[in-house]
């Protein structure tokens, strides 16, 4: 039964969302949506993946405002997928891992404002009976809400760029068949646990035919993003002021092609990075993109009017990385576009 509701959704939206209407500010729609990201809520002994109920509260009253376009992670997915635009500041929540907290604290909070979300089940976590974990019984609760969609996150919740790709298929095909038992399907959307993907892991992930998959890195997602490793922006106590809250929400994509080095796991240390920003983009010269392990922006050199190249001489340590690239953008929100990077070859 959820299944034909959340199809009809989906019609519904497609009519509502996808024409292209002005939104604030006199603005029409556009080719970017923001995917946001939390963990845990109200687990302050969890600072590192847990937003305070406060901060989460003042989320939620933003969001609540009428200029931004709060969808199912579904209808961005689909959005891209047809290569057909979306209102302004179009927005969607996700939750990955399954602790209680996002039953307990996240869903009342959520279902209030009517806002809808994907929580993303590592299934090894909650057969494990932690009793920091959702149970089998709160999912289902949860999966027969229209707001709610349940995700793919694995079973073990291990970094698959540390094991072969059959490994990851194999801890794979152990969360399906719990899935199948416990809800009588397997979700297809899919979330690499930590963010962590390779190429030879999307490749091996072509067989599960899934709607989507998504990864975690700073970056506004766009048609030209890669369905199969979409980005998000995560929150947690340190990084979840409102201040950024709204920076990040209000932030729209900087459209990019032919983008190097292609993977996201390192050959060469420090990489040689390149893109070429659409000819319609404007104010090149405001563009800064920030390492995440330097206090201080990249060098850029830009070649002839749109083809950017970042250098930086300090090699990332082992660990996952990222950089950041931002500049002003119309109606004071700004463009923003990520490059993740994993550099765990001394952490295997």
């Known amino acids: 039964m959820k299944s ?7 019609i519904i939206s497609t009519f509502i969302v996808y024409t292209p209407v002005a939104g604030a500010q006199g603005q029409v729609s556009e080719d970017s949506a923001v995917i946001i990201m939390y963990h845990r809520f109200g687990e302050n002994d969890f600072p590192s993946t847990n937003v305070t109920l406060e901060k989460f ?57 009517a806002i809808p979300f994907t929580i993303f089940i590592s299934t090894g976590s909650i057969n494990e009976k932690n009793q920091r974990s959702l149970t089998w019984e709160n999912i289902r609760e949860l999966d027969a809400e229209p707001l709610v969609d349940i995700g793919h996150h694995g079973h073990a919740h291990a970094h698959m760029t540390k094991i072969t790709p059959s490994e990851a298929m194999t801890d794979i095909a152990t969360a399906d068949e719990i899935f199948q038992r416990e809800l009588g399907y397997i979700p297809n959307i899919f979330a690499f646990p930590y963010g962590e993907y390779s190429e030879d892991l999307l490749k091996a992930i ?20 890669n369905l199969m490793a979409l980005p998000r922006f995560s929150f947690n106590e340190k990084y979840s002021n409102i201040d950024r809250f709204k920076l990040i929400i209000n932030s729209r994509a900087l459209p990019v092609m032919d983008i190097l080095p292609r993977s996201p796991m390192l050959e060469v240390n420090p990489p040689t990075i390149g893109f070429t920003v659409d000819n319609n983009i404007d ?53 923003w576009y990520g490059i993740p990077f994993f550099n765990l070859a001394s952490n295997k």
């Open 4 to 10: 034909l509701i959340i199809q009809l959704c989906i």
């Open 57 to 113: 509260d003042q989320h939620i009253e933003e969001l609540n405002k009428d200029k931004y376009n709060i969808v199912s992670l579904r209808t961005i997915t689909d959005a891209l997928k047809n290569d057909l635009k979306l209102p302004p500041r179009t927005i969607a929540i996700t939750i990955d891992d399954g602790y209680l907290s996002s039953y307990t604290e996240a869903w009342p909070r959520l279902k209030r404002a």
């Open 206 to 225: 072509k067989v599960k035919n899934y709607h989507a998959a998504l990864a975690q890195f700073s970056s506004v997602a766009n048609r030209n993003s």
């Open 283 to 335: 104010g090149l010269e405001n563009l800064n993109c920030f390492p995440s392990h330097l206090s201080k922006p990249a060098k850029i050199n830009r070649i002839g009017k749109n083809r950017i190249e970042v250098r930086f001489e300090k090699p990332f340590p082992s660990g996952r990385h990222r950089i950041n690239c931002t500049m002003p953008g119309p109606n004071g929100r700004w463009y």
